[in-house]
């Protein structure tokens, strides 16, 4: 018997690939940092984590209930944002902080813009800076690994008085948020995300290399500037976001440039002594606009002017 010719619309070549097989990905790409953070800071390290994902997970539970939409927990796209959003929260800051985080995050930045797929910014990072604008002393209060009654500043706010040692950067026994600390452990999920082909390396890669070669030119440390803060992980895990980020190889290249520019020069001349958050979500907003200028042309195209050469 022959075959017969199917015709349908596009798309005509699919992927295996789930949005619940992503983002399970994902996760156990965190996984490695995410125990680590546990283990030096202890039992809030992990009632933050455990609040911010029950809450995220919550949230979009009865925003499809209310609203009588499809369940959507199931993606477990809602248990990233809240697991990412956890690793962001400093140890010290007090629960209550997370659920309004959390509630930003699923509710404001990603149910209110039509969901999965139509959010423009990050939702864990739009959240992030929301709970930084309006909780600054919470959020910029950070605990010694092993010592939570001590706070203290982060390392890349202490390197001019007070630097911290490549290897202790490196491995992670310093202040910080619950799962930006050890850069090691956030570069063995980012090589495990690009193995399985979830993420393409040219935003990470594009992002940590002028962050450190501008920090460089301007007669800083670029190796202490990408081990410290936020850098790692703003660059693995949420410059890399699939909604929010260019679609095209030289959108993601000019993407994590911006992204490396804009953090460089907060640091350099702003007065936050972080500036990833904002760098990612100011080129959340710009990625329509990369998506349409780095466009392939479709086969076939011909110019306007030239067609009736």
Not at 44 to 58: E, F, G, P, T
Not at 135 to 147: K, R
Not at 249 to 265: D, L, M, R, Y
Request: with cysteine.
């Amino acid at each position: 018997m022959q075959n017969k010719l199917s015709v349908s619309t596009s798309p005509h070549i699919r992927h295996f690939d789930t949005t619940r097989g992503i983002m399970l990905d994902v996760i156990i790409a965190l996984l490695p940092a995410t125990v680590f953070g546990f283990v030096i800071f202890g039992w809030r390290a992990v009632l933050h984590v455990a609040i911010c994902v029950a809450a995220c997970l919550l949230c979009e539970f009865l925003w499809n209930v209310i609203l009588k939409k499809p369940q959507s927990i199931g993606d477990l796209s809602a248990a990233v944002t809240g697991l990412i959003l956890g690793l962001n929260m400093p140890t010290g800051a007090p629960f209550w902080i997370d659920i309004i985080g959390s509630v930003a995050a699923i509710i404001v930045v990603k149910q209110m813009f039509g969901g999965l797929g139509h959010n423009f910014i990050n939702p864990a990072m739009g959240a992030r800076i929301i709970l930084l604008v309006s909780f600054p002393s919470f959020m910029t209060s950070f605990t010694e690994p092993l010592v939570h009654t001590v706070s203290s500043a982060t390392p890349i706010a202490l390197e001019s008085t007070a630097p911290v040692s490549y290897k202790t950067l490196f491995f992670g026994m310093h202040p910080g948020a619950v799962g930006e600390v050890s850069a090691f452990l956030l570069l063995v999920g980012g090589l495990y995300l690009v193995a399985r082909k979830v993420i393409s390396p040219i935003i990470p890669v594009c992002f940590i290399g002028v962050t450190a070669g501008l920090t460089y030119i301007a007669g800083g440390d670029g190796l202490y500037a990408i081990l410290s803060g936020g850098v790692m992980l703003g660059a693995i895990f949420m410059a890399t976001d699939y909604v929010t980020s260019p679609t095209t190889k030289w959108g993601k290249a000019i993407f994590g440039i911006g992204c490396g520019i804009i953090t460089f020069v907060i640091r350099q001349f702003g007065s936050l002594p972080e500036g990833v958050s904002y760098a990612i979500i100011l080129m959340n907003i710009l990625t329509p606009h990369i998506n349409t200028l780095t466009a392939q042309k479709p086969f076939g195209y011909v110019k306007e002017g030239k067609k009736d050469e």
